[in-house]
């Protein structure tokens, strides 16, 4: 290539790159100075008047934040578990075994994440009622850890589909079952994509919204995190979007940690999948 169109191109990816930086960081920054923003009664002002670590003080004394923290982390975490173990096995069993009718149940998962969510609401709520579990966080486990398995149970596919049957069948001719060969071989190799499950089941646990704002609805310490800021704007905290904003700030720490601990087999993942699928 020609030195001068090799600078422009690598001049232009720079400035592409350097913008895409720039525009998802606004809205980080952003909500930041309205953490730290005194005053603030509105989103319309861009950068606050003056700054105080206020917000932050009043948080933790004048609401349940760490409460509504704790309970999402519990959640995500008991989900995460449950999760990577139902997807593994699911998994396992959809890429490398033969039985009658495995297409239609495979296409049946696919079904049910087509079918949207808000639905299914009433159902939701209703099996809540009928079970005991309104206001329980282990009915959230349990709704959570269905919704995140069924996708990611689409996404993991592809992965183990990647790794050779020749490894089972050598296995097999050691004297290895399935359970040692899925154990000890087929999921050590899977790290990666099983870093992704983790994390995106954890994600999906930890920001669900629309199905625990529905069934908690009382006690305001067993609210997980979204609901508990979503009072902050539109409950009993009246509309404090200074306090809202230092809760998400402060709120987006697990996830972050989660993440960087995760995120060589978390890229690695995602990476591979994509170009062996």
């Known amino acids: 290539m020609n030195p001068k169109r090799h600078f422009v ?16 960081l606004i809205p980080f920054v952003y909500i930041v100075m309205i953490a730290f923003g005194k005053n603030v009664v509105g989103t319309a002002a861009v950068i606050p008047d003056a700054f105080t ?14 409460q509504w923290m704790m309970n999402s982390i519990i959640v995500g975490l008991v989900t995460t578990i449950i999760a990577v173990i139902f997807v593994s096995v699911a ?24 079918f949207p969510l808000t ?8 099996i809540f009622v009928a079970f005991g579990l309104l206001n329980d966080l ?6 959570n850890a269905a919704i995140a398995s069924a996708g990611l149970v ?30 000890q071989i087929i999921l050590p190799l899977a790290k990666p994509m099983l870093a992704v ?5 954890f994600v999906i646990a930890y920001n669900e919204y629309a199905i625990a704002s529905t069934v908690m609805i009382q006690g305001i310490d067993s609210m997980p995190l979204a ?14 979007w200074s306090m809202y904003c230092a809760a998400a700030v402060f709120g987006s720490v697990p996830m972050i940690i989660l993440f960087y601990a995760l995120q060589k087999y978390f890229i690695g993942g995602l990476t591979e999948g994509s170009i062996k699928m």
Not at 11 to 22: Q, R
Not at 119 to 126: E, P, Q
Not at 138 to 143: E, H
Not at 227 to 240: D, F, L, P
């Open 197 to 201: 499950v983790a994390i995106q089941s």
């Open 9 to 24: 191109a690598r001049l232009t990816t720079y400035l592409f790159l350097f913008m895409l930086i720039i525009i998802t």
């Open 119 to 126: 639905l299914s609401m009433v159902s939701i709520f209703r």
């Open 138 to 143: 282990k009915g959230l486990v349990v709704v």
């Open 154 to 183: 689409l996404l993991a596919k592809g992965y183990f589909d990647t790794i050779p049957y020749d490894l089972d069948e050598a296995a097999m001719m050691d004297g290895a079952n399935r359970f040692q060969i899925a154990v």
């Open 227 to 240: 609901v508990g800021i979503q009072s902050m704007i539109a409950g009993q905290y009246g509309t404090n």
């Open 91 to 114: 998994v396992y069993v959809f890429s490398r075994m033969r039985f009658a009718g495995k297409k239609k149940l495979f296409d049946f998962i696919l079904l049910i994440q087509v």
């Open 53 to 66: 670590t206020a917000n932050f003080s009043r948080l933790f004394t004048e609401t349940s934040f760490l």
